[in-house]
């Protein structure tokens, strides 16, 4: 059981740091940044739910109406509810692969970059936009794929000459079901 507790670093303090920081920051924003028109449009499609509208599917009004659904309140922090967890979960996930395929300081230093451009902070993680499931499938998918195709971490002393057969599994199946999920954005 000692293998289970890891002790914590300051990488650990750092990432959570980043995380809520970063999560505070963007909820100020979207309380006191008045609706745009496509939110306001993405409101009342989430009043009147149908599999999809002409520009937009079904995801976007699930992601806006998630927060006035729970709360009973209309206010620009209700209808960005849903993109702000979206968006913390995007990171979270985008940490995970970047640690995955290289480091936690990699990890770090992914989060951290889409924390602080502007353009992922406000787009993707305050305003309300069919991009906001999208970010999240897609970093599931990245995840996954991942997990698929890289089962093993690499070792200084493994035999690098002779890869191993690739071998299918149920996370194959998963990958296309997160592919038809990000369609749905």
Do not use: K
């Not at 979960?89 to 230093?109: D, E, I, K, N, P």
């Amino acid at each position: 059981m000692a293998g289970w507790h890891q002790p914590r670093s300051l990488w650990n303090y750092g990432l959570l740091g980043l995380l809520l920081g970063g999560l505070m920051y963007r909820t100020l924003v979207a309380i006191w940044l008045l609706p745009g028109f496509d939110e306001a449009y993405y409101y009342l499609y989430s009043r009147h739910l149908n599999w999809s509208y002409f520009d937009h599917p079904l995801m976007v009004a699930l992601t806006t109406g998630l927060g006035w659904w729970l709360t009973g309140v209309i206010s620009p922090l209700t209808i960005r509810l849903g993109a702000l967890a979206l968006y913390s979960l995007s990171l979270v996930l985008l940490y995970l692969a970047a640690t995955r395929l290289y480091s936690a300081s990699v990890g770090q230093m992914t989060v951290a970059l889409a924390t602080l451009i502007p353009l992922f902070a406000i787009a993707f993680g305050i305003l309300t936009s069919p991009d906001n499931g999208l970010i999240l499938f897609w970093s599931a998918t990245l995840l996954l794929a991942l997990w698929e195709f890289f089962p093993h971490e690499r070792t200084p002393s493994s035999d690098t000459n002779r890869p191993s057969p690739y071998t299918p599994t149920w996370r194959l199946a998963l990958l296309g079901f997160e592919c038809w999920f990000s369609l749905l954005e």
